[in-house]
């Protein structure tokens, strides 16, 4: 039967081969019940008629899926399945078929170039699952039209063929020195992955190609801890090496008008938050790398946090740069500070839309894991508001530092006025205006951009301010009063040694005059508070300053 003509049509072969099929089963059944009478020559003789019919139904095999006759295919397939061989029609597909597709791919011009045409190759693969292989695939790979089971060409002859040929050819591709090629190359190959797997339509399926040996080891050659760990470096090391900036002119990025926008006023505040947009960023970020990712980020948020606390307390250095190169020559700490604070209320707003591209990248989508996400960010959030408190508290410090020093002239009033002669007091002392035009220009600058932060700074820092006022005016007073009771004193012990009693000065006295001067001073105090448009009712012991001032002219 096995030696019929070569040029014998394909459908009459099949037939001839069907009937071939049947009739060496039946002799190798015959020859399981008899195989002590059979000797040595005669079972190899039955291996080779097996062989043969095998060579002719490969030959066959190969015919129909070139001339894509679906219905010989399928016949051909169910004699693999009665001669119990499977795996050599799969080895035929892989042997005959794929094999030198795949050498035409690789070797066509430039596909061995280190820097591209990866895509192009897998596009070309990946079209000989709907060219060649089709008919095949349809046949025995889909649940819904399957007619015959139990081969898997796109695991056994197509997959293994192409990572036997990747590893021998390709092995550039796994190399992650270059994380910018590396990363272009492995979402490139996740692609391809993905519409490997896309070509069944039973997760059984998917399974038995996910668990395969040879896949699993395919995935394991790239690097993705090493890859993550460039990143890391790459990107931790630009967060640390702006941190290490001392604060100074140089840190600001330009004038108050930029307050006002969503851009930062820092370079550094600017410098952290591209790198956690980068972290995330399409050509860095990879889904396999979620968990490492993520806490990277917190991990940037942390240090940020903990930088601003430390340079909150810096010393200031002025800029090196002459005025005619370094433009910012003129900003303060204070300026910093008040940059800083509108950073970090800019850097704490923006979380959230960081989240939601997080959310959008996690490969886990559940409300279960964005609520673990959610919750993470809100707690960092909190964590970096606590700048905000430190911030406020170092700007009215500062705010302080610059008006306090004229307030210890009060205690010189009792010099301007005690046995000069001077007029009655009408107008108040320079130390006011001097003591509040920081404040004045203060406002001036920033009212415009951050009014509702300038009125609580100012509120908080008059409010100190005040305090310490109250101190400088009680302390003239009581001087004042103790030397008036000292004077009276001395004034009775000399008129009962003379036996003249004089009568009491006409007009206003020293002291009245000193009263006069700190109450008009306190009242233009008050009345320069209100030019700041800071509510008096809200400053902290400015009523008990009037009081004390008014109370002392009426003693």
Same mark, same amino acid.
């Given at each position: 039967?096995?030696?019929?003509?070569?040029?014998?049509?394909?459908?009459?072969?099949?037939?001839?081969?069907?009937? #071939?099929?049947?009739?060496?089963?039946?002799?190798?059944?015959?020859?399981?019940?008899?195989?002590?009478?059979?000797?040595?020559?005669?079972?190899?003789?039955?291996?080779?008629?097996?062989?043969?019919?095998?060579?002719?139904?490969?030959?066959?095999?190969?015919?129909?899926?070139?001339?894509?006759?679906?219905?010989?295919?399928?016949?051909?397939?169910?004699?693999?399945?009665?001669?119990?061989?499977?795996?050599?029609?799969?080895?035929?597909?892989?042997?005959?078929?794929?094999?030198?597709?795949?050498?035409?791919?690789?070797?066509?011009?430039?596909?061995?170039?280190?820097?591209?045409?990866? /895509?192009?190759?897998?596009?070309?693969?990946?079209?000989?699952?709907?060219?060649?292989?089709? /008919?095949?695939?349809?046949? &025995?790979?889909?649940?819904?039209?399957?007619?015959?089971?139990?081969?898997?060409?796109?695991?056994?002859?197509?997959?293994?063929?192409?990572?036997?040929?990747?590893?021998?050819?390709?092995?550039?591709?796994?190399?992650?020195?270059?994380?910018?090629?590396?990363?272009?190359?492995?979402?490139?190959?996740?692609?391809?992955?993905?519409?490997?797997?896309?070509?069944?339509?039973?997760?059984?399926?998917?399974?038995?190609?996910?668990?395969?040996? /040879?896949?699993?080891?395919?995935?394991?050659?790239?690097?993705?801890?090493?890859?993550?760990?460039?990143?890391?470096?790459?990107?931790?090391?630009?967060?640390?090496?702006?941190?290490?900036?001392?604060?100074?002119?140089?840190?600001?990025?330009?004038?108050? *008008?930029?307050?006002?926008?969503? %851009?930062?006023?820092?370079?550094?505040?600017?410098?952290?938050?591209?790198?956690?947009?980068?972290?995330?960023?399409?050509?860095?970020?990879?889904?396999?790398?979620?968990?490492?990712?993520?806490?990277?980020?917190?991990?940037?948020?942390?240090?940020?946090?903990?930088?601003?606390?430390?340079?909150?307390? /810096?010393?200031?250095?002025?800029?090196?740069?002459?005025?005619?190169?370094?433009? *910012?020559?003129?900003?303060?700490?204070?300026?910093?500070?008040?940059?800083?604070?509108?950073?970090?209320?800019?850097?704490?707003?923006?979380?959230?839309?960081?989240?939601?591209?997080?959310?959008?990248?996690?490969?886990?989508?559940?409300?279960?894991?964005?609520?673990?996400?959610?919750?993470?960010? &809100?707690?960092?959030?909190?964590?970096?508001?606590?700048?905000?408190?430190?911030?406020?508290? %170092?700007?009215?410090?500062?705010?302080?530092?610059?008006?306090?020093?004229?307030?210890?002239?009060?205690?010189?009033?009792?010099?301007?006025?005690?046995?000069? *002669?001077?007029?009655?007091?009408?107008?108040?002392? #320079?130390?006011?205006?001097? #003591?509040?035009?920081?404040?004045?220009?203060?406002? &001036?600058?920033?009212?415009?951009?951050?009014?509702?932060?300038?009125?609580?700074?100012?509120?908080?820092?008059?409010?100190?301010?005040?305090?310490?006022?109250?101190?400088?005016? &009680?302390?003239?007073?009581?001087?004042?009063?103790?030397?008036?009771?000292?004077?009276?004193?001395?004034?009775?012990?000399?008129?009962?040694?003379?036996?003249?009693?004089?009568?009491?000065?006409?007009?206003?006295?020293?002291?009245?005059?000193?009263?006069?001067?700190?109450?008009?001073?306190?009242?233009?105090?008050?009345?320069?508070?209100?030019?700041?448009?800071?509510?008096?009712?809200?400053?902290?012991?400015?009523?008990?300053?009037?009081?004390?001032?008014? #109370?002392?002219?009426?003693?």
């Amino acid at each position: 039967m096995l030696s019929m003509d070569n040029y014998m049509e394909s459908f009459t072969k099949i037939d001839v081969l069907e009937q #071939a099929t049947a009739e060496l089963n039946h002799l190798k059944f015959n020859a399981s019940r008899c195989r002590s009478d059979i000797s040595i020559d005669q079972q190899t003789e039955s291996k080779k008629l097996e062989d043969l019919l095998i060579t002719h139904l490969n030959e066959l095999f190969l015919v129909c899926i070139h001339e894509k006759d679906s219905n010989l295919l399928i016949r051909c397939l169910r004699i693999y399945i009665m001669l119990d061989n499977v795996t050599t029609a799969e080895l035929v597909v892989r042997r005959d078929v794929i094999s030198p597709i795949i050498n035409n791919i690789l070797q066509d011009e430039d596909s061995q170039t280190e820097f591209n045409n990866l /895509q192009s190759i897998y596009n070309r693969l990946l079209n000989i699952l709907s060219g060649e292989l089709k /008919q095949l695939l349809d046949i &025995t790979l889909y649940s819904n039209r399957i007619q015959v089971k139990g081969f898997n060409f796109l695991v056994n002859s197509f997959w293994i063929e192409i990572e036997e040929k990747i590893d021998q050819q390709l092995k550039y591709i796994f190399a992650p020195g270059n994380p910018e090629l590396f990363h272009k190359r492995y979402t490139e190959t996740m692609w391809f992955r993905k519409k490997l797997e896309e070509f069944y339509d039973v997760p059984a399926h998917i399974s038995i190609l996910k668990d395969h040996l /040879q896949y699993k080891n395919f995935l394991k050659k790239w690097n993705l801890p090493v890859y993550f760990q460039i990143r890391f470096q790459e990107i931790a090391g630009t967060v640390e090496t702006a941190f290490k900036e001392s604060i100074s002119p140089e840190l600001i990025k330009g004038s108050a *008008n930029i307050l006002m926008l969503e %851009e930062f006023s820092l370079y550094t505040t600017s410098i952290v938050w591209n790198c956690l947009y980068k972290i995330w960023s399409e050509n860095i970020y990879l889904s396999q790398l979620f968990q490492e990712f993520w806490k990277l980020t917190l991990q940037v948020c942390s240090r940020y946090q903990t930088w601003a606390c430390t340079a909150i307390r /810096q010393k200031w250095q002025e800029s090196n740069k002459p005025e005619s190169i370094a433009n *910012n020559n003129r900003y303060t700490k204070l300026d910093f500070l008040i940059y800083l604070y509108c950073d970090v209320e800019k850097f704490v707003n923006g979380l959230p839309n960081l989240l939601r591209i997080v959310q959008l990248k996690n490969p886990n989508q559940n409300p279960a894991t964005f609520k673990l996400l959610e919750d993470c960010l &809100t707690e960092t959030s909190k964590t970096i508001t606590m700048i905000l408190q430190l911030t406020t508290e %170092e700007i009215v410090n500062e705010l302080i530092m610059h008006c306090v020093i004229y307030l210890k002239q009060v205690s010189d009033i009792p010099r301007l006025y005690r046995r000069t *002669n001077r007029e009655v007091p009408t107008k108040p002392c #320079a130390y006011v205006k001097n #003591a509040l035009s920081f404040l004045t220009n203060f406002r &001036t600058n920033y009212n415009d951009f951050v009014p509702t932060n300038v009125t609580i700074w100012l509120q908080l820092a008059l409010s100190l301010l005040t305090e310490c006022y109250l101190t400088s005016v &009680t302390d003239v007073l009581t001087s004042v009063q103790k030397t008036e009771e000292s004077l009276r004193r001395l004034k009775k012990i000399r008129d009962k040694s003379t036996g003249v009693l004089t009568s009491d000065a006409q007009g206003i006295s020293d002291d009245e005059k000193i009263r006069i001067q700190l109450q008009i001073d306190v009242n233009a105090y008050s009345a320069m508070i209100t030019e700041l448009d800071v509510p008096v009712s809200d400053i902290s012991h400015l009523q008990e300053l009037s009081q004390a001032v008014e #109370a002392a002219l009426k003693k």
